[in-house]
């Protein structure tokens, strides 16, 4: 059982930058695709970014050139870098593990854009 921490969540303003954690408990197997999804208040859980055990990723549209997500293979930790933060940015942001057929989730980190 693979147990996810994410952390960086906080309160910043419009245009501002917040970098996400989230750490694993043990090392990841070779073959994996990790991703960050977000819930905003009223709304249904979505996508946000998603890299491969291969180095590839992928980002959703809304979030496309102001978000980079990243990984550290040697501290088990991946990374959402949000610049250039807008409103609609606000919500929980929830680290996700698929491996081996198995889905695992953090436990979320809040991120509230306002001025």
């Known amino acids: 059982q693979v147990h996810l921490v994410e952390s960086g969540g906080g309160l910043v303003q419009p245009g501002g930058s917040l970098r996400l954690s989230c750490a694993a408990s043990?090392?990841?197997?070779?073959?994996?695709?990790m991703g960050w999804y977000r819930q905003a208040p009223g709304k249904q859980r979505e996508w946000v970014a998603s890299?491969?055990?291969?180095?590839?990723?992928n980002y959703a549209d809304s979030v496309k050139g102001r978000f980079t997500i990243s990984r550290d293979n040697a501290k088990n930790t991946m990374y959402l870098q949000m610049n250039s933060l807008k409103l609609d940015d606000t919500a929980i942001y929830y680290c996700?593990?698929?491996?081996?057929?198995?889905?695992?989730w953090g436990k979320g980190t809040l991120v509230t854009v306002s001025s």
């Open positions: 996700n593990l698929k491996i081996l057929g198995n889905d695992y």
């Open positions: 043990e090392s990841i197997p070779s073959i994996y695709v």
């Open positions: 890299i491969f055990s291969g180095g590839g990723t």
